[in-house]
């Protein structure tokens, strides 16, 4: 079963290998973060796995989707 989609509430929804924005709070901070990366497939419904590598250096975040504030495509 290939996942196409990641959907959130209201009208917006994300297709896998889609750049996007995404402004979250921090796990175990006060704190709010943005990351910029691709959405990659996750197998757990309730995070978003993105790819934010940058030219010389490999990253792939969670970010739980409860922590999410703001996502945008880019």
Known sequence: ????YVFFAGNESFQ???K????HKKSFE??????????????LT???K????KEFC????????KD???IEKL
Do not use: A
């Open 16 to 18: 896998i290998g889609d």
């Open 30 to 43: 006060n704190d709010v973060k943005e990351d910029r990366g691709v959405i990659l497939p996750s197998v």
């Open 1 to 4: 079963m290939e996942i196409k």
């Open 58 to 65: 490999s990253r792939i975040i969670d970010v739980d989707l």
């Open 46 to 48: 309730s995070e978003l």
């Open 68 to 70: 999410i504030i703001e």
């Open 50 to 53: 993105l790819d934010t590598s």
């Open 20 to 23: 996007v924005k995404v402004l």
